[in-house]
């Protein structure tokens, strides 16, 4: 006997399933930049220079955010619960 659950999706009537927007692929290459500003974050010790990494990792992090919102498809009220719960 497995220890994880299964459930075949006629199981689960009514169970809300979003369908992903697939069209969005190119744009993973614009956020790809987040890995790269963290470690060069990590390894900077002039606090001006953290000052205008920490906006740029910021700006990508908001781009990663709207990106996932968009392949995710939610509303506007969905992302307002979302960003108010953060």
Do not use: V, W
Request: hydrophobic share 35%; aromatic share 10%.
């Amino acid at each position: 006997m497995s220890p994880f659950f299964a459930a075949k999706i006629e199981c689960i009537p009514g169970f809300p399933l979003r369908t992903f927007n697939f069209d969005l692929h190119d744009n993973y290459a614009d956020t790809g930049g987040m890995l790269q500003a963290q470690k060069e974050y990590q390894n900077i010790d002039s606090e001006s220079e953290k000052k205008i990494l920490q906006q740029k990792i910021n700006l990508i992090d908001k781009q990663i955010d709207t990106l996932i919102y968009k392949l995710y498809e939610l509303t506007d009220e969905e992302i307002k619960i979302i960003e108010e719960s953060t």
